[in-house]
């Protein structure tokens, strides 16, 4: 059992905190304001080889290991959790899709943009009536010749707005619950009928645009069908259960980013004569942080390898994700306690991390959910 980084695992993180040091952290409190897309910084991200970290370099990716990959978001999203969306709904969803489900033919249109960073991914699964219950969806595909027509509307769809290439989930057959679902490759720029409805205005998560998505009569030649009919649930369920590592990985990064700020300013605010972090309770407190921070990276890091080990990992990427989005909004919490009333402002930062935090708790599971997968795993059920 090795717990240090490798030298090239090093290497990555050095080399992504430098960038986020010195091009995300001083525009991220801009990018929380405006809630534009950071384009700007998925191109300089692309050059460094961060918009397809984990896939190989024949298909435009880095070759990255997932350990690393985990390592390169939790950097970022110190930076900026909307940026640490944008990363992760490209690369472990729209990305993730086509290069475990994808024939060569479609890696070679599809994910080498996407991975290169050309193209900007996106994952549509969620609708208005079947978030958690993703077999409820009304989507539907029908074939039509050598076309499928789909039909429908998703929500909630990180990068909707702006990306290049949205892996869709849909019905096509309606009478096989979750055996009838299938995934496809749309390119909205290409296909009529794809429609961007609305963004939300969300708590967090800024930068990140979130997209209501209709389909009216969109028309995909039958090639953009992603491995067989049917698959499509299993599919995503796969993809989810990478993406979780990642999402875990986010929650570190905005833990981290939360308990930094709240460390210092607890050696620069003093009460009673004192800086504040002479107190005991305020001491308790970032020993309790850092403490969670440590043992989330662990279960993330666990859930990696057993991943790159080609073993079931269902049960540890739903305690990596649980365990770090939890702590993440606990840490976030605390940091805006130790800010006191300059915490609840936008004087700081710190109520930035908590609204960013929040978000880990609800998407690719909810905390709920998760729980049930856990307790199904321990029970096997
Ligand atoms: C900012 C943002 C970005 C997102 N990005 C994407 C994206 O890129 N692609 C995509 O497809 N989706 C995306 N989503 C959707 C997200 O995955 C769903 O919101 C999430 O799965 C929960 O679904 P829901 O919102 O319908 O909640 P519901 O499923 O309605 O759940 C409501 C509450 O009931 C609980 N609940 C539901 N079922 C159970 C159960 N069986 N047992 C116990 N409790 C239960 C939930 O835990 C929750 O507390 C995003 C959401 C947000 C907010």
Known sequence: ????????????????????????????DEIDHTDEFPQELVDEMAELGLMGMPFPEEYGGAG????????????ISRGSGGLGTVVAAHTSLAGNMVYEFGNESQKESYLTPLAAGEDVGAFALSEAGAGS?????????????????I???????????????????????PDAGNKGISSFVVRPEEDDGFIVENTEEKLGDKGCPTAELRFDDLRVPEDRLLGEEGEGFVQALKTLNGGRI????????IARAAFDEAREYAGEREQFGQPIGEFQSIKHKLADMDTKIQAARMLMHKAADKKIRGEDYIKDSSQAKLYASEISREV????IQIHGGYGYTKDFPAERFYRDAKLNEIYEGTSEVLRNTIGDQLLDN
Request: proline share 2%.
């Open 1 to 28: 059992m090795d717990f240090a980084l490798s030298a090239e695992q090093q290497q990555i993180r050095d080399m992504v905190s430098e960038f986020v040091d010195e091009e995300v952290v001083p525009v991220a």
């Open 64 to 75: 990255l290991d997932y350990h690393s990959y985990a390592i390169g978001i939790e950097e």
């Open 133 to 149: 219950d993703v077999p409820s969806m009304e989507t539907t595909a029908e074939k039509d010749g050598d076309e499928y027509v």
């Open 151 to 173: 039909d429908g509307g998703k929500l909630w769809i990180s990068n909707g707005s702006v990306a290049d290439t949205v892996t869709v989930f849909a019905k096509t057959d």
């Open 246 to 253: 990642t999402i875990a990985a986010r929650s570190l990064g």
């Open 332 to 335: 976030a919490n605390e940091g």
